[in-house]
């Protein structure tokens, strides 16, 4: 079954750390660009940070340039997000999207989502 | 940045046909993407590069772009459509290399 699961969600306090992990399984891991999108409560889409295939291509959105780091390891089928200096405004379920097309390149629609862990910046 | 607007709500009887507008500049110059995004669960993609339709998705679904507005179309509404829908676009000149819409809730009455 091609599927996606994340993990790694916890409740942290403002100005800490966490690292968000995803692991696909039932498709070709390494030939897709994998992408990180979140949702706060209650609010809309805001897509993180996406990666290529091979990794040796990331994008971040403004709002956490030089905070989230994207990579993947795709010996182990799996996409990570490091998150640093946390705020509350990062609070919000997030999602692992995978690029719809085989060996394209960074733009691609997300054609299969994880079901989201959730992330809580609180004191 | 770009800014992509939708309707916050539309409501629609069963078996009649839901229109859901996504306004940008410019937007009939880009690819469009839409999202179905049922309560609890994770978006699913509905429709691609404006009028694509992934596997397994219903015929009901289409989609189309002009000029400054997208317009995702649901024919013969069903109960299980009602759900949020967000379009999305790449843009390489804003803050964010993907940037979606602010979402439209579409009401089966």
């Known amino acids: 079954e091609v599927q996606l699961l994340e993990s790694g969600g916890d409740l942290v306090q403002p100005g800490g750390s966490l690292r968000l992990s995803c692991a696909g399984s039932?498709?070709?891991?390494?030939?897709?660009?994998m992408n990180w999108v979140r949702q706060a409560p209650g609010k809309g889409l805001e897509w993180v940070s996406g990666?290529?295939?091979?990794?040796?291509?990331?994008n971040y959105a403004d709002s956490v340039k030089g905070r989230f780091t994207i990579s993947r390891d795709n010996s182990k089928n799996t996409l990570y997000l490091q998150m640093n200096s946390l705020r509350a405004e990062d609070t919000a379920v997030y999602y692992c999207a995978k690029g719809a097309i085989a060996l394209s390149g960074m733009t691609t629609p997300f054609d299969l989502w994880g079901r989201g862990t959730l992330v809580t910046v609180s004191s | 940045s770009y800014v992509l607007t939708q309707p916050p709500s539309v409501s629609v009887a069963p078996g009649q046909t839901a229109r859901i507008t996504c306004g940008g500049n410019n937007i009939g110059g880009k690819s469009v993407q839409w999202y179905q995004q049922r309560p609890g669960q994770a978006p699913v993609l509905v429709v691609y590069?404006?009028?694509d339709r992934p596997s397994g998705i219903p015929e009901r679904f289409s989609g189309s772009n002009s000029g400054t507005t997208a317009t995702l179309t649901i024919s013969r509404v069903e109960a299980g459509d009602e759900a949020d829908y967000y379009c999305?676009?790449?843009?390489?000149?804003?803050?964010?290399?993907?940037?979606f819409g602010t979402g439209t809730k579409v009401t089966v009455l």
């Open positions: 999305q676009v790449w843009d390489s000149s804003s803050g964010h290399l993907y940037v």
């Open positions: 990666i290529s295939g091979s990794g040796d291509n990331t």
């Open positions: 590069e404006d009028t």
């Open positions: 039932g498709f070709t891991f390494n030939n897709y660009v």
